[in-house]
C-alpha cells in the first residue's frame, strides 16, 4: 500500500519552532535538523506499520542525532504527523493532540 504524509497544524508550529531554535544556535543546524526529519518522513511513508502503536493508536520515529521524535497515527493511506516532540516532553501533550 502507498502512503501519503499530512502534518497536522500542531506539527506545523512543532517545526517551525524547532527550525528557528536550532537556527539561533548554529549555523546550518536547522538543516541538518531538516533532512534528519526528511529521512524519518521516508521510514514513515515506507512503512508506518513498522513503528509500535501506543497512546490512542499514535505511533513514533525517533529523528537520528537529534532528541525529537516524530508522533503519528495512520487513517487509511494517508500518516497525518501529530507533532514533532522532545523527548523530554509530558507525553500528556501527545494525548492532548490526540483527542
Known amino acids: ?36 526529519l526528511e529521512i524519518a518522513f521516508d521510514q514513515i511513508v515506507k512503512n508506518p506499520l513498522a513503528f509500535e502503536s501506543k497512546i490512542k493508536q499514535s505511533r513514533s520515529v525517533l529523528l537520528q542525532r537529534f532528541p525529537y521524535k516524530v508522533i503519528f497515527k495512520i487513517y487509511g493511506g494517508v500518516v497525518k504527523i501529530i507533532g514533532v516532540i522532545h523527548h523530554s516532553r509530558n507525553p500528556k501533550l501527545i494525548r492532548k493532540r490526540l483527542k
Open 1 to 36: 500500500m502507498s502512503y501519503s504524509i499530512e502534518l497536522s497544524d500542531f506539527a506545523i508550529d512543532d517545526i517551525r519552532e524547532i527550525l528557528d531554535w536550532y537556527r539561533d544556535q548554529k549555523d546550518g543546524l536547522e538543516k541538518e535538523f531538516a533532512m534528519s
